[in-house]
Nanobody, 122 residues
Framework: QVQLVESGGGLVEAGGSLTLSCAAS????????MAWFRQAPGKAREFVAS????????DYSDSVNFRFTISRDNAKNAVELQMDSLKPEDTAVYYC???????????????WGQGTQVTVSS
């Protein structure tokens, strides 16, 4: 069992930056691949970024590639999402998730945080 708690969301102007954090507890963090997903009102949950258990390999959706950076610190049981050059279309609730292997599909992730709201104003 892994418990995940996100933080760092908020309101930011377009072009600005935010860093989301996800703190994990309850199990060996380095056993899990991690990912960020997001869900905007009226839309399906979508993949944002993932990182392998040792942090060696990352993957991004086309919509955030080159603007967002996922990283992890296994010693601190934490994963972060650095978001730069934010756009109004990035507005969503952002969730961190854990799985045994990385995937872009939400149904492959067993554990989820409660989400943190990111709002980007134009």
């Amino acid at each position: 069992q892994v418990q995940l708690v996100e933080s760092g969301g908020g309101l930011v102007e377009a072009g600005g930056s935010l860093t989301l954090s996800c703190a994990a507890s309850g199990s060996t963090f380095s056993n899990y691949a991690m990912a960020w997903f997001r869900q905007a009102p009226g839309k399906a949950r979508e993949f944002v970024a993932s990182i392998t258990r040792n942090g060696a390999i990352t993957d991004y959706s086309d919509s955030v590639n080159f603007r967002f950076t996922i990283s992890r610190d296994n010693a601190k049981n934490a994963v972060e999402l650095q978001m730069d050059s934010l756009k109004p279309e990035d507005t969503a609730v952002y969730y961190c998730a854990a799985a045994l292997v990385t995937s872009g599909q939400s149904n492959r992730y067993n554990y989820w945080g409660q989400g943190t709201q990111v709002t980007v104003s134009s």
